[in-house]
DNA sequence: ATGGCTTACCAAGTAAGA
């Protein structure tokens, strides 16, 4: 029923993505996550830990591989928990080498999947530079997209991306038009990823929904002033396979939560 | 249009997040 001989159906999947805002103050909440859904793989971001100081152990517990990309200083960071094997590809975005920001993780599972993890720049800190790095990290990540799609891999990018891509994609009102998370440069090379042929998961399957997947700490939950800047992002095979996608708000609701909530989808 | 939160740095006040 479930892979196996020659001729058989692939096994049906469950993809996450989860932006933590420091994984060891959100254990518990990844847990829970895991537990209640039991994605086969899940994408977290903003660790903010070096890979030896990730709490692997209790995910490990609970039948998950993990593997952490971490960075001094506390920031960026991210990691990948599998429950499903898994052989990791890259742990760095190609073509910025003294590029030393935990934002990418690449791995091949066992059935043939190429998935990336993506923590991309913010972009509002750091001036121009820190907007143009923005910028230099999306062209290598279309160019990288590229390669992936002309090699014909089933290929997934799932992360907080930082991009409201339509105006339908935050609450009226809840950022200024000149942030950095709706620039037009920014739109554009999100664009330029979906012209490559990725299918934005969460839209293909609703895509009229007000749909959120950050709100900021404070009254913004409540009131449902969101951004949707997490996304799933998958190739023409895989996108054939989507069967569900959707944002799980639970672990926002908890107590102590991070500020954003995963994004997930099934691939039948 | 931001920091009113939250986190990591590491012990007081920054910097970053979005």
């Given at each position: 029923?479930?892979?196996?001989?020659?001729?058989?159906?692939p096994?049906?999947?469950?993809?996450?993505?989860?932006?933590?805002?420091?994984?060891?103050?959100?254990?518990a909440?990844?847990?829970?996550?895991?537990e209640?859904?039991?994605?086969?793989?899940?994408?977290?971001?903003?660790?903010?830990?070096?890979?030896?100081?990730f709490?692997?152990l209790?995910?490990?517990a609970?039948?998950?591989?993990?593997h952490?990309?971490?960075?001094?200083?506390?920031?960026?960071?991210?990691?990948?928990?599998g429950?499903?094997p898994?052989?990791?590809?890259?742990?760095a975005?190609?073509?910025?080498?003294?590029?030393?920001?935990?934002?990418y993780l690449?791995?091949?599972?066992?059935?043939?999947?190429?998935?990336?993890?993506?923590y991309?720049?913010?972009?509002?800190s750091?001036?121009?530079?820190?907007?143009?790095?923005?910028?230099?990290?999306m062209?290598?990540?279309?160019d990288?997209?590229?390669?992936?799609?002309?090699?014909?891999?089933?290929f997934?990018?799932?992360?907080?991306?930082?991009?409201?891509?339509?105006?339908?994609?935050?609450?009226?009102?809840?950022?200024?038009p000149?942030?950095?998370?709706?620039?037009?440069?920014?739109?554009?090379r999100?664009?330029?990823?979906?012209?490559?042929?990725?299918?934005?998961?969460?839209?293909?399957l609703?895509?009229?929904?007000?749909?959120?997947?950050?709100?900021?700490y404070?009254?913004?939950?409540e009131?449902?002033r969101?951004?949707?800047?997490?996304?799933?992002?998958?190739?023409p095979?895989?996108?054939?396979?989507?069967?569900?996608?959707?944002?799980?708000?639970?672990?926002?609701?908890?107590?102590?939560?991070s500020?954003h909530?995963?994004?997930?989808?099934?691939?039948?």
């Amino acid at each position: 029923m479930d892979g196996g001989g020659p001729g058989a159906p692939p096994p049906r999947l469950r993809l996450a993505s989860f932006n933590v805002n420091s994984v060891r103050q959100r254990a518990a909440h990844v847990r829970r996550f895991l537990e209640r859904q039991r994605p086969d793989l899940l994408f977290l971001q903003e660790t903010r830990c070096r890979a030896e100081e990730f709490p692997r152990l209790e995910f490990e517990a609970l039948g998950y591989r993990v593997h952490a990309v971490g960075q001094p200083g506390g920031r960026n960071g991210v990691a990948l928990l599998g429950r499903i094997p898994f052989e990791v590809v890259a742990e760095a975005l190609p073509g910025e080498p003294e590029d030393g920001q935990a934002r990418y993780l690449e791995v091949e599972t066992e059935g043939g999947l190429r998935a990336g993890g993506v923590y991309l720049p913010n972009g509002n800190s750091g001036g121009a530079e820190g907007f143009a790095y923005k910028l230099r990290w999306m062209d290598r990540l279309i160019d990288l997209a590229e390669a992936r799609l002309d090699a014909f891999l089933p290929f997934a990018l799932l992360g907080d991306f930082n991009v409201c891509p339509t105006g339908e994609d935050l609450a009226p009102g809840a950022l200024p038009p000149t942030d950095a998370l709706v620039s037009p440069e920014v739109r554009a090379r999100f664009r330029a990823l979906l012209h490559l042929g990725l299918t934005d998961a969460l839209r293909a399957l609703h895509p009229h929904d007000r749909l959120y997947t950050y709100w900021d700490y404070g009254p913004a939950f409540e009131e449902n002033r969101g951004l949707r800047i997490d996304h799933i992002l998958l190739s023409p095979d895989l996108a054939e396979r989507l069967s569900g996608c959707g944002v799980d708000i639970a672990p926002r609701v908890e107590p102590q939560p991070s500020d954003h909530a995963p994004v997930w989808c099934t691939l039948r």
